[in-house]
C-alpha cells in the first residue's frame, strides 16, 4: 500500500499549483489506513503537501509523526502547535527546539518567522510538560528569541524555569535580577545561583531571597562572585542551618576573618577541611583548634538540667494533653522551650532541628514544620509570628484555613533540616 502511494505521489510533481497538489495529496491519502498514513508521515522523502495534509490526520498518531518529521513544513507546524494531543505538542516542542539553531536567518526568513510563531505558542502552552521539553531545547540556544527565554525564564513552573535560570547565554545580569525581584518559580532560584560566573549583584539578590537551599548552591558554585558583607549576611544564618556547613567551609575565596568565624561553629571535621584548603599563618591554623577544642570541652561540661519547659512538654504528651491549645498557649505567651520540645514530640523531629527551623525564619520551612507536628494553619501563622519572620515573606492561608503548599512540597522544605 505505502510503496503504491509512494509510485502514485509522483504525479504531485507534475502538478502545477498548490491548490492541485494538495487535492492530488488528498485523493492519495484517502483512503488509506492508520497505519499507512503513519509510515508515510515518518518519511523525509515525501512532498510538503503531504506532510501537510497529515497533519490535520484524524488519528493521534500519524499526527505524532508529523510532529517529529524534520521535514514537516513551517505551516503544518503552526497548525500541530495547537493540536488538542498532549503527546503530539510535546513531540513537536523537542523538535522545534532542535531546528531553530539550524535555521539560516538570512536564506529562510519566513521559515524562521514560522518557527518563532510556534516557539511562542509553545512556550505559553497550558501543560508544563510541553513548555518543560522547549525550555530544555532552548537552555543553551543563541538564536533563540528573547521574549521566549524570558517567558519560559519566568514560567511559574521550576521544571520549566530552571534550566533557563541555569543556563541561558541570552539572560543579562539585569534579566536575572529583573526576574529574581520580580519572584521565581518556587524551587527554581537554586538555578540561577548555580549559573556559572555569577557577579556579586545577582549573587546579593540570590541571598536576599533567604531561600536556604539557593544559598548553599550559591555557595557550592566555585565561579560565583560573593562580597564579604554578603557573606557575613549568610554566616549569620549558618550557624543554626548544618546543611551551609560544608559549602561556606568549601568556598575557595575564604578570608582569615571569615575562616575564623566559620570555625567557630563548623564540627571539628570541617574546620580541619578548612584548614587545609586555605595556607593559613601557624598562629592563626593553632587558633582555631584550640577553638574548636574548647568548644567541645565546653560542650562537655555543659550541665544537663531539663528546662521547665521540656519537662512540662513531656508530661502533657505523657497524658495525651500536649495539643493544639497547648502549643498556641505557649506561643503567645513566648515560652520559647515548651514550644520547641513540644513541636519536637508532636513531629519526631529533633529539639535541636526544631530550634535551627526557627532560627532560620523561614516561613515555607516553619509551616511545614506544623504540618507535620499535625497543627492548622492558623497555628501555622502564629508560629511564624513567633520566629518574627518578615510579614512580607510570610506563608499565608489558601482560602483563609488551608495549608497553602502541597505536602510534597512541605516534605521537601523540611529535607533541608531533617537527615
Known amino acids: ?101 539550524t535555521l539560516d536567518c538570512e536564506t529562510q526568513v519566513v521559515v524562521r518567522e514560522r518557527t518563532i510563531e510556534v516557539l511562542d505558542i509553545l512556550a505559553n502552552d497550558q501543560l508544563p510538560k510541553v513548555r518543560a521539553i522547549l525550555a530544555e531545547e532552548l537552555k543553551t540556544c543563541v538564536a533563540a528569541p528573547k521574549s521566549v527565554i524570558l517567558k519560559l525564564a519566568q514560567d511559574i513552573e521550576a521544571i520549566v524555569a530552571a534550566p533557563i535560570l541555569e543556563y541561558s547565554p541570552l539572560l543579562s545580569d539585569q534579566d536575572l535580577l529583573e526576574i529574581i525581584a520580580a519572584g521565581v518559580a518556587e524551587g527554581a532560584m537554586p538555578a540561577i545561583a548555580r549559573r556559572r560566573d555569577l557577579p556579586a549583584e545577582v549573587s546579593d539578590a540570590v541571598v536576599a531571597s533567604l531561600e536556604i537551599p539557593a544559598i548553599a548552591a550559591l555557595l557550592a558554585n566555585p565561579s560565583t562572585q560573593i562580597r564579604e558583607e554578603t557573606l557575613d549576611m549568610i554566616l549569620d544564618h549558618a550557624e543554626d542551618l548544618e546543611c551551609l556547613h560544608e559549602p561556606v567551609v568549601m568556598r575557595a575565596d575564604l578570608s582569615v576573618r571569615a575562616i575564623k568565624r566559620i570555625a567557630g561553629f563548623v564540627a571539628a571535621s570541617l574546620v580541619d577541611i578548612l584548614v587545609s584548603n586555605n595556607e593559613l599563618p601557624d598562629d592563626v591554623e593553632q587558633d582555631l583548634k584550640e577553638a574548636v577544642r574548647k568548644r567541645i570541652a565546653e560542650a562537655e561540661a555543659a550541665p544537663n538540667d531539663d ?113
Open 1 to 101: 500500500m505505502l510503496k503504491r502511494l509512494l509510485n502514485r505521489s509522483r504525479a504531485l510533481d507534475r502538478a502545477k499549483s498548490e491548490t492541485e497538489r494538495y487535492e492530488i495529496s488528498r485523493e492519495l491519502l484517502e483512503g488509506a489506513d492508520p497505519k499507512t498514513r503513519a509510515d508515510m508521515a515518518r518519511r523525509e522523502d515525501v512532498r510538503p503537501e503531504v506532510l501537510y495534509y497529515l497533519a490535520g490526520d484524524d488519528e493521534a498518531v500519524v499526527r505524532l509523526e508529523i510532529a517529529g518529521n524534520a521535514k514537516t513544513p513551517a505551516q503544518a507546524n503552526l497548525l500541530l502547535a495547537s493540536d488538542r494531543d498532549d503527546e503530539v505538542r510535546c513531540q513537536l516542542a523537542l523538535k522545534i527546539g532542535r531546528l531553530l539553531p
Open 307 to 419: 528546662d521547665p519547659g521540656e519537662v512540662e512538654a513531656q508530661r502533657l504528651s505523657s497524658l495525651g494533653k500536649l495539643d493544639e491549645e497547648a502549643i498556641t498557649f505557649a506561643l503567645d505567651a513566648n515560652h520559647a522551650e515548651f514550644v520547641i520540645h513540644g513541636l519536637a514530640l508532636r513531629s519526631d523531629i529533633a529539639p535541636g532541628t526544631v530550634r535551627r527551623i526557627f532560627a532560620a525564619r523561614n516561613a515555607k520551612a516553619i509551616t511545614a514544620l506544623a504540618w507535620k507536628s499535625n497543627l492548622s494553619m492558623r497555628c501555622a501563622l502564629k508560629m511564624q509570628n513567633f520566629a518574627r519572620v518578615p510579614p512580607k515573606e510570610r506563608v499565608n492561608a489558601r482560602n483563609g484555613v488551608h495549608f497553602a503548599l502541597k505536602p510534597e512540597d512541605m516534605e521537601w522544605q523540611l529535607s533541608f533540616f531533617v537527615g
